[in-house]
Nanobody
Framework: QVQLVESGGGLVQAGGSLRLSCAAS????????MGWFRQTPGKEREFVAA????????SYADSVKGRFTISRDNAKNTVYLQMNSLKPEDTAVYYC????????????????????WGQGTQVTVSS
């Protein structure tokens, strides 16, 4: 069983920065791609960013490209999301998730392709 625990959310002014962390349990963390998604009330969960199992390739939604950076530390079983130049429209609950395929060869942006999810962390950006 894999458990994911996010932290680092909070309230920040527009233009500010936050760094989210997602700590994973289990010995297989380094063999799976990881993703970040976000959700606002009444909307579906949307893809934000993903990183491959080795950490040398990343993918971003157009809405966050150039502002957010995903990274991972396999020695610490942790994936990060550095969020800079935050905008009010970035306000959401942010979730980390594990790709369901071992050493996946391409990035997935669909929620159903991820099998383990954290509980989410709230990010609120004030204008």
């Amino acid at each position: 069983q894999v458990q994911l625990v996010e932290s680092g959310g909070g309230l920040v002014q527009a233009g500010g920065s936050l760094r989210l962390s997602c700590a994973a349990s289990g010995r297989t963390f380094s063999s799976y791609a990881m993703g970040w998604f976000r959700q606002t009330p009444g909307k579906e969960r949307e893809f934000v960013a993903a990183i491959n199992w080795s950490g040398d390739s990343t993918s971003y939604a157009d809405s966050v490209k150039g502002r957010f950076t995903i990274s991972r530390d396999n020695a610490k079983n942790t994936v990060y999301l550095q969020m800079n130049s935050l905008k009010p429209e970035d306000t959401a609950v942010y979730y980390c998730a594990r790709d369901r395929v071992h050493r996946a060869s391409y990035f997935r942006v669909v929620e159903s392709e991820y099998d383990y999810w954290g509980q989410g962390t709230q990010v609120t950006v004030s204008s």
